[in-house]
């Protein structure tokens, strides 16, 4: 029975590992533009002041957790040689996301965070859509 035990033992450490793609982190980084996209367009509302603060702050969790999600997942994920560079820029990003998010969940009504948010996330977008060229050699 020992046996058993170490082979499902393996098996299940060796189910979260893996070396992870070009593909599956260009998806994931697509995700993360989508994300701050999503960001900017609420942090925009709250900029103008056309956002109630209750959405706000939902959306705001909703989709922090999501880019926390995300950066955990590419944090574990073991990277092929050639994309760990990328991968790492992509944790940073998500990181990065999630604490815009925590930010416009702290001050739903804040017009001026909002405003500043906005811009953040666009460039934070930016980035995210770097990574993507240099996985893919395409603009998303």
């Known amino acids: 029975?020992?046996?058993?035990?170490?082979?499902l033992a393996l098996a299940l450490s060796a189910a979260g590992c893996g070396d992870l793609s070009r593909g599956e982190l260009s998806r994931g980084v697509e995700s993360l533009s989508a994300l701050a996209a999503q960001g900017g367009l609420i942090a925009n509302g709250v900029?103008?002041?056309a956002t109630k603060s209750t959405y706000t702050r939902v959306m705001a969790k909703t989709l922090g957790g999501e880019a926390e999600h995300e950066a955990e997942k590419l944090a574990d994920a073991?990277?092929?040689p050639e994309v760990?560079?990328?991968?790492?820029?992509?944790?940073?990003?998500a990181g990065?996301?999630?604490?815009?998010?925590s930010e416009l969940q702290t001050f739903p009504g804040d017009e001026h965070h909002g405003?500043?948010?906005q811009r953040h996330m666009r460039e934070v977008?930016?980035?995210a859509d770097a990574v993507v060229v240099r996985l893919t050699g395409e603009a998303p």
């Open 1 to 7: 029975m020992p046996g058993a035990v170490t082979i």
């Open 47 to 49: 900029a103008r002041d």
């Open 78 to 80: 073991e990277p092929s």
């Open 84 to 93: 760990v560079r990328e991968r790492n820029a992509a944790v940073q990003v």
């Open 96 to 101: 990065e996301l999630a604490d815009l998010f």
């Open 115 to 117: 405003a500043l948010i």
């Open 125 to 127: 977008k930016e980035q």
